[in-house]
Antibody
Framework: EVQVVESGGGLVQPGGSLRLSCAAS????????MYWVRQAPGKGLVYVSR????????TYADSVKGRFTISRDNAKNTVYLQMNSLRAEDTAVYYC???????????WGQGTLVTVSS | EIVLTQSPGTLSLSPGERATLSCRAS???????SAWYQQKPGQAPRLLIY???SRATGIPDRFSGSGSGTDFTLTISRLEPEDSAVYYC??????????FGQGTKVEI
């Protein structure tokens, strides 16, 4: 079964850091781009970051550029999101998603909640 | 920067009826870079349609997509109670890259 499972969310103070992980299984991980998408409470979906299949290319939404870093370990079938200088507006459920063809996201994890609050 | 506008905000219909959801982009987009997702409360989104009109694996044929340019449509031909959800359109452009609409809530 194709699946991705996020972990690492939690409560962090403003200005703090957190690293999210996304473990993939059921498919050849190194063949796929991977993404992070977030959803603030009661709000819509927002793209955060993507990494290409070999880790050599990354992009970020303007709102997180310079603060978040995406990376992957193809030997461990895992993608990461290092989040620094966290702000209250980063509070959201963070979803890991697999890139299917045509720039769509064809497999999503259950999400991990990040709460930034003092 | 591209802006996606979904309409209506909420759609209230009965089982068996047809639902038509609209997604309008502020600039022309390649139809092959458009998608639709379904999200039920407390669940992750699920890909329904990609490349404007291709159904994702396991998606019933009552879901269909169409459109090109700036206007894209998701149609649910015969609503079932389990179709109650929020539906999001998503487009890919060069900048910003992946953009979602604000969602349409379908109540059955």
């Amino acid at each position: 079964e194709v699946q991705v499972v996020e972990s690492g969310g939690g409560l962090v103070q403003p200005g703090g850091s957190l690293r999210l992980s996304c473990a993939a299984s059921g498919f050849t991980f190194s063949n796929y781009w991977m993404y992070w998408v977030r959803q603030a409470p009661g709000k819509g979906l927002v793209y955060v970051s993507r990494i290409n299949n070999d880790g050599g290319g990354t992009t970020y939404a303007d709102s997180v550029k310079g603060r978040f870093t995406i990376s992957r370990d193809n030997a461990k079938n895992t993608v990461y999101l290092q989040m620094n200088s966290l702000r209250a507006e980063d509070t959201a459920v963070y979803y890991c998603a697999r890139g299917g063809g045509y720039h769509a996201f064809d497999c999503w994890g259950q999400g991990t909640l990040v709460t930034v609050s003092s | 920067e591209i802006v996606l506008t979904q309409s209506p905000g909420t759609l209230s219909l009965s089982p068996g009826e047809r639902a038509t959801l609209s997604c309008r982009a502020s600039q022309t987009v390649s139809s092959s870079h458009s998608a639709w997702y379904q999200q039920k409360p407390g669940q992750a989104p699920r890909l329904l349609i990609y490349s404007a009109s291709s159904r994702a694996t396991g998606i019933p044929d009552r879901f269909s997509g169409s459109g090109s340019g700036t206007d894209f449509t998701l149609t649910i031909s015969r609503l079932e109670p389990e179709d109650s959800a929020v539906y999001y359109c998503q487009l890919y452009t060069s900048s910003p890259e992946w953009t979602f609409g604000q969602g349409t809530k379908v109540e059955i």
